[in-house]
């Protein structure tokens, strides 16, 4: 049996709301399976009762979020169509206020998803703080955020932002230039987030004053690095010596961020990657904290949502088809 809900959408929210050519209603109707009509302030929502339910409370969740100043995206309503019963009970006024600091063209940095705001608070209490999660879920651009903030503010005097200089099952060969010149590219996702949040000229003046320093794994051996905001990114592929030895560098008055995606390990074959081993050991000591992002918190095109979802369904498939095979080649012994 249809059923029909009215949800009061105010007329200066209905166009954010539904967006260009109402892409965002398109796909809740189609997420749902429900007809969403437009009758001014009062938005009709129609089809089976537990759907229109679910789709009208998506919609309340995306007014509050428009009436913050945030422009609808079909990324927030793929996650907030998403979300568990227990999760729909949210706060999204709380989320979107959340703002970690703005972009130089004034745009505000704030986290998307529940799990992203679990993230940025881990980043705020404790010392240590692992984000582990799969691309597009804003694991490296929220703690780069973070560490300008604490910059701008006075609590730390330097941003050191590493990671380790392996190529993604390339061989780049010999690059020409200068030392700089040849690490420049394995770095340059770190500047690409540093000009947007910066600004490249605010970047360059900090970087000769060496408040900023973009350097790759290796080059923290034997440092100390005190009253510091360090951000290793791409920690999937530091070895298991090179983990402990970035671990041990954290000095006093410093806070470090480490973040990866366990599928994309670059080592080479029979090397050990250095983040899933830490992650292990370190689960239960205070002062660190861990955060696995999932495909919920993917804030890219909703394309890249569904790549994860489906990498993730054939490696669960590959690894039960192993299972099922180990048992009967012991049962042949």
């Given at each position: ?204 003046k900090n970087m000769e004053k060496g408040a900023i320093e973009v350097a790759p794994l290796a080059y923290m051996r034997g440092r ?110």
């Amino acid at each position: 049996m249809e059923n029909e809900q009215y949800v009061k959408i105010p007329g200066d929210y209905v166009g954010n709301v539904f967006g260009s050519f109402d892409e965002n209603i398109k796909a809740l109707e189609k997420k749902f399976a429900v007809s969403v009509i437009n009758r001014g302030d009062d938005i009709i929502v129609a089809g089976e009762p537990e759907a229109v339910a679910k789709a009208s409370e998506v919609l309340q969740k995306l007014t509050e979020i428009a009436a913050g100043g945030e422009v609808i995206s079909l990324q927030h309503v793929n996650y907030l169509s998403s979300l568990s019963d227990e999760e729909a009970k949210i706060d999204v006024t709380e989320l979107m206020s959340d703002v970690v600091c703005f972009t130089r063209q004034g745009k505000p940095i704030r986290p998307k998803t529940l799990g992203q705001k679990r993230y940025v608070d881990l980043i705020r209490k404790d010392m240590l703080t692992f984000g582990v999660g799969p691309a597009g879920t804003g694991k490296t651009y929220l703690a780069m955020a973070m560490a300008i903030q604490a910059f701008k503010s006075g609590e730390i005097n330097r941003i050191i932002l590493t990671r380790p200089a392996i190529e993604a099952g390339e061989r780049l060969g010999f690059l020409p230039g200068d030392l700089q010149s040849k690490i420049d590219p394995y770095l340059r996702p770190l500047y690409d987030a540093l000009y947007e949040i910066m600004g490249a000229e605010s970047f360059a003046k900090n970087m000769e004053k060496g408040a900023i320093e973009v350097a790759p794994l290796a080059y923290m051996r034997g440092r100390t690095l005190d009253n510091s905001f360090i951000v290793l990114d791409e920690a999937q592929n530091t070895t298991q010596a090179q983990m402990k030895m970035f671990l041990t560098r954290l000095g006093f008055n410093s806070k470090a961020v480490i973040t990866g995606d366990m599928t994309q390990i670059d080592l080479p074959d029979g090397q050990k990657s250095g983040l899933k081993q830490a992650v292990h050991i370190l689960r239960d000591v205070e002062g660190i904290g861990i955060i696995r992002l999932n495909n919920k918190d993917v804030v890219r095109h909703p394309l890249v949502q569904r790549i994860v979802e489906a990498y993730e369904k054939y490696d669960t498939q590959a690894k039960e088809a192993v299972a099922s095979v180990i048992p009967s080649e012991r049962r042949k012994r």
